[in-house]
C-alpha cells in the first residue's frame, strides 16, 4: 500500500503514521520526496485495510500495490535509483560498462586486462573467482585466491570489482574482497542466496534466470531487498529458447519492459546474450539504445588460452572497437559513459 | 559453388564456363563486380565436383558454398542488396519505415492514417485486405475491396503499399494493387506460396515464423529467389518463448546474425515483436541500433475501435514521437532515413 | 450457444427454434442424443442474446459457450467422434496405427513397405506425395505420379490411404487419390488450406504446427468444421523447445487435456515427436496409455536410402516389435486395435 | 575410460590396474560384474592415454567413455541401479509412488495424508519443510519444525520420508530427520548444494531445471556421484515452454532417453508436470508406460486449505482413482508397485 502525504505534511505527521504501521505488524516504508513525502505499508491485505488510513488529514492519497512485487516495484519509487559500486554510480543518467575476464586464471591474466581497460577508462572490473559449471570437470574457479587477486587488481589500478557469489556461507568473505556480488543465471532462484546477500551492504548484480520471466526476475530482486539491502541492479542475459545459432536469445523486450516496471537499474550482458563474439558489438549499441543502464562484457587478452568461454571474450582490439562504436548511441540515449 | 574470375577475365570467358555448369543441368549465376566477375554452380553436390572449374584459365579461385542456402549468402555476395518498393530504395544505407493500419477497415480510416504518415513523411504505407486469424469467427480482411482502397490510398497520397499474401492463387490479382507483397509468420513455410511470389516481379517482405530458427528462414527465402524473384526483405517480428508479458520475444541476436549471414536487408517489426504499445518505441531505437534496414509499424488514428490489434497501434501522437526519438538512433548507426 | 431441450420436445419443436437462430442470421446446430435433443446457435454474441431462448416452453437449458472455439468443444458434444477413413473407423474405442513412408519414392518401395504392413494387421497407409521440405534443394516429393502410386497401393491391398495437402488448389484432385488429407504442422494456420479441406467431405488429420498452442489447434480445426467438413482428427507431433537431444518434444500433457477438451479424436505421431528412432517405441507406448486414439509412424524397408526422414524410419523387424510391444498398453486402456 | 577385464582376471590383477590409475593422479572404479570385472579410470584425458592398459595381459578391452558425463552413464554400468530410501527398494523393475503435501503445514495435516497413503499401500512420504518460493511473501515452509513432523510421521505410520533441501548447510541437520533429499527444479545447477549431497550418505532424488537439457541434468547428477554418492534418483518434472495450458510441458521424450542414457532410475512428477489435477491420472499412466521406476505426486486432504499448490493436489478420491487406474500400466511395462 502506498500513502502519499500532502504537501504540509510534517515529519512527525509522518512519524505517527509510520508507528501505526508498526503497530499492526505490517513493514513501514519512508520515502521522502523533493515536493512531498510518499511512505509506504507491506504485509497481509487483510491487515493493510485496516489502517484507514485515508480518514488522517494529513493523507492525501491511499493506493494499493498492485503488482506482486513491492519494494522494486515503480508505482512505489517513482524515480531511478542510483546505485554506488565502490564509489561508482551505477543508474539514472550514467551508462556504466564493467568488464573483464569470465575467470580469474592469474595475476598476469587479470592484471593485463585490468590494464587494458584501464586505458580505456573502463570503471569497474569483473572476473570470476567461484564458477558454477555444468561439469564436474571443468575448472571451477580460484576460490579465495581469485578473490584476493580481484582485491590487488582493485588497489593497483583503482577499479571497484564485481564478482559471482554462489553460496550463502561466502557472502561474509567476499565482503573483504569484492565490491559487488554477482548472482548468477542459475542462482536466480536460489532464495537462500538472495537472503545471504540482503543480509550484506554491498551491492548486488542479479542476473536474470536463462528460463526466469520477467516477474519472477523481480520477485528475486525483492527477495533481497526485503532482507535488508536495497542496492541491486537487475541483468538480462539472455534467454533459452528453441533457437541454436546464438547460445541464448538476448531479450531487449526485457529491458524495456523492466524499465517501465522498476526504479532499479538494468544491466545487459551481450557476451552470454549471444555467446557469438561479432554479435557483441551490435547487440551492446542495441543495450544503449533501448534504456539500458550498462553492460558487462567479458574479456581476455588471450582467449584462445581462457580456461573458460573463450569463444565470447572480447580482445584489446574488439573491445576498442567495441568503446568506439557504442559512444554514439549513449549520447543518442542522452546518458553519459 | 563460388567460381571468382581473375580481374582480366572477359564476358566471353565468363560465358564459356556458364555454359559448362547448364550443359550439366546445373543451375548457373553471373555475378559481375567493379573489379572481377563471380560465378556460381548450383545444384547436386557430385555434379558440381565433375566441373573441375579450377582447370580453367580464367578461374582465380573456386569455393564451395559452406550453408545450406546459397542466393541468399553474403558468402556469394558481399555487397547489401537494394530493392526498390514502388521507387523506394530499401536497404544499403537507407532507413526505412514502413506504417500503416494491420487491417484496412475502411476508405476513411485508410486516408486517414495514410495523410497523418505523409505528414510525417513516411514512405511507405502498409494495410492488411487479406487476414490470417486464429479463429474463425475473427474479421478476415476486406479482401479484393480492401486492395483497391489501398491502391486508391496509393494514388493519393503517393505511397507505394505493402500488403500481406496468403494464397499462392491471389498473386497475379495481388500484383495490380500492391507494390510488396508481405509474407506473414504463420505461412514462412507454406511453400508453394513461396514458389508463387518467387514467380512474380514485386519485392517480398518475408517475416519471421514464431518459431523458426535464423536458418529455416534463410531457406524461405532461398524458396523465393530460387524461384526467380530476388527482390525478397527480411523481417524479425518476433518468436514465441515462455515469456508471457510481451506478445513475442523480439530476437535481436537475430538481426545482427542475419546482417552478417545474409546480403538481403532485414526489417524489424516491433509491433508484433513486443505486442505492447509502450515498448514500441524502445525496440525501435534498438533495431536501429543493431543494424536493421528498417521498421514496420502498426498505427491506427484511434485503436479502441480498430478491427485487429488496436491494442498494439501507435496513435497519431505517438507515432510522431516514436519518429522523433529514432532519428539520433539512425543516425548513429550512420544511416539515412 | 447450446440449447438442452426437456425430453418431450418434438422434432417440430426443434424445427421451430432451428428456424428462429437461421432467421436471425445465425448458424443453427441440430444434434439428436439418445435421452434428449440438444441444438446449437453460433454467431455474434449480442444477436445471440436477443434469441432470449429460454422463454420457449420446450427448452430445458440455455448455456453459453466459453470457449473461443465451439463446433469442436466437447461443451457442444459429449461423446467421441467416430470418424470413417475409407471404411476404417477411428476413434471411440479404437486404437488405430497409421503407417508408411515419409515419402513415396517409387511403387517398388511403397508396395514392399504395404506388403510388410499389411502383414502385420495395420488398415492405414501413409506416404507423402506433395512434401514441404525446409530447403529448395531437398526432394520435393513425386507429386502426382506419388498419388497415383498410393492409390494403386490401395486397390492391391485393400489400406485406405493417408497424404499430406500443401496448397489449396490440390483439394480436388487429391480427393481421386486418397482417403484422408494430411495438413502438415507447417500449414496448421494455412487458413486457405484449412477452408479448402474444409468443402471436401473426405476426413482430415490436422497435425499441430510445431509452436502452436492447444488452443490454436483447436482453432484451425474449428476452421475446417465451419468451413462444412466435420471430419476432423487432430494429431500432436511434438513442439519445439530448447531441448536438442530430440527431434521435438513430444507433448503428451497436450493429448490428455485434448481428450477432454473436445469430441475429436486425437493422434500422436511418434516419429516426428522424437526424431530418435530409439525412442518411438516407449512413447508409441506412452501414447496408448494417456489415452491417444491411434498413432502415425513413419517406415522404411531400407532407412539408409530414403529420401527424407530415414534416420527415423522404422524397419520391419522395428515395426513388428513395436506392435508387440504396444498391445498390452492398448489392452490396459480399454482400448482395440 | 572403461576397462574390461578378461573372465579369468582375479581381484589381484584389478588392484594392480587400480593402483597404477590412481598413481597417475586419476580417478580409479571398481564395478565387478557376474562374469567379468569392469574397471573405470577418469581424470585428464592426457593423463589417461598415457596409462597404455591394452598392454596389461589381463585387459579385455579399454574403450573411452564418449559423453560428457562419466560415472551416470550406461556405457559405464550396463544394468540398472538400484536404490534403497529407508530400505524402501527404487529403480530396476519396481514401480514406486512417493507421494505427500506439497508442504508440511501441521501434525493434523501430515499425519491424515499419511494415513490415507498408507491405506493405499504407498511406500515412501514426500512433504516440504523448505520451500522454495517464487515470492518472498509466500509460506516459506515451516523448518525444521516440518522436518521434525515428517519424522514422527515416519515412525507411526513406517514409512520413509523425502524432503526438499535448498540450502548445503542444512545437509547434517537433514540427515537427522529424513530418508532422501530432494533437490527442485530451481536448484538443479546449485553446485555447492549437489556436492553438499555428494556427501552425504542418503539418496537424492534430483529433478530436472525447468529449462534444462538432459545432458545437464545427467552432469547434475554426475556432481553427486563424482563426490562420493551414487544414490541419485533423476525425476522428471515438466520444462518450460511456450504452452500456457498446462503449468509445465511434462517431457516423457526426456525419461525414455535418460533410461537409456544412464542406470539411475527416473521418476517423473505428473503433478508439477501438468499443474493440472484432471491431466495427473493420464500422465502418471503415460509415466509408466514409458519406463519410469516411479512417480511423485502431490496429495492433500483438502486441497482448498493448502499453503501451496493446492491447485494440483490430489484428494484421498482422486488418489484411490488414479492407483487403481495405474496398475493395468504397470503390469504392461513388467514391473511391480
Same mark, same amino acid.
Given at each position: ?74 508505482? /512505489?519509487? #517513482?524515480?531511478?535509483? %542510483? =546505485?554506488?559500486? +565502490?564509489?561508482?554510480? @551505477? ?126 526476475? /523481480?520477485? #528475486?530482486?525483492?527477495? %533481497? =531487498?526485503?532482507? +535488508?539491502?536495497?542496492? @541491486? ?105
Amino acid at each position: 500500500m502506498i500513502i502519499v502525504l500532502k504537501p504540509e505534511a510534517t515529519e512527525a505527521d509522518a512519524n505517527e503514521i509510520l508507528d501505526k504501521i508498526s503497530s499492526l505488524g505490517l513493514k513501514p516504508l519512508y520515502m521522502p520526496g523533493v515536493e512531498r513525502t510518499v511512505l509506504g505499508a507491506l504485509g497481509d491485505e487483510r491487515v493493510l485495510r485496516q489502517l484507514h488510513l485515508d480518514s488522517y488529514p494529513m493523507v492525501d492519497e491511499v493506493k494499493p500495490i498492485l503488482s506482486p512485487y513491492k519494494l522494486v516495484a515503480r508505482e /512505489l519509487q #517513482a524515480h531511478d535509483s %542510483i =546505485i554506488s559500486i +565502490g564509489g561508482v554510480k @551505477v543508474g539514472g543518467g550514467n551508462f556504466t560498462v564493467i568488464a573483464g575476464p569470465c575467470s580469474v586464471e592469474s595475476k598476469e591474466q587479470l592484471f593485463g586486462i585490468a590494464e587494458m581497460l584501464k586505458a580505456q577508462h573502463i570503471p569497474l572490473l569483473r572476473g570470476g573467482a567461484y564458477k558454477p559449471r555444468t561439469s564436474p570437470y571443468s575448472f571451477q574457479g580460484l576460490g579465495e585466491e581469485g578473490l584476493a587477486l580481484l582485491k590487488s587488481a582493485k588497489d593497483v589500478y583503482g577499479m571497484p570489482v564485481v564478482s559471482e557469489i554462489i553460496d550463502p556461507i561466502d557472502a561474509d568473505l567476499m565482503s573483504d574482497y569484492v565490491d559487488c556480488y554477482q548472482i548468477g543465471a542459475r542462482n536466480m532462484q536460489n532464495f537462500r542466496l538472495l537472503e545471504a546477500v540482503g543480509k550484506q551492504k554491498k551491492p548486488v548484480l542479479l542476473k536474470r534466470g536463462m528460463s526466469a520471466t520477467i516477474e519472477e526476475l /523481480l520477485l #528475486a530482486a525483492e527477495y %533481497i =531487498i526485503n532482507a +535488508g539491502n536495497p542496492n @541491486v541492479i537487475l541483468c538480462e542475459r539472455g534467454i533459452r529458447t528453441f533457437e541454436t545459432a546464438t547460445r541464448n536469445t538476448l531479450d531487449l523486450n526485457a529491458v524495456a519492459l523492466l524499465k517501465q516496471k522498476t526504479h532499479l537499474p538494468v544491466f545487459v550482458d551481450p557476451s552470454h546474450g549471444t555467446g557469438v563474439k561479432s554479435l557483441i558489438n551490435p547487440l551492446s549499441r542495441a543495450a544503449a539504445a533501448v534504456g539500458a543502464d550498462g553492460i558487462i562484457v567479458e574479456t581476455h587478452l588471450n582467449p584462445k588460452e581462457a580456461l573458460s568461454d573463450g569463444h565470447q571474450a572480447l580482445t584489446a582490439d574488439d573491445f576498442s572497437q567495441l568503446m568506439a562504436d557504442i559512444k554514439p548511441f549513449i549520447s543518442a540515449a542522452g546518458k553519459q559513459l
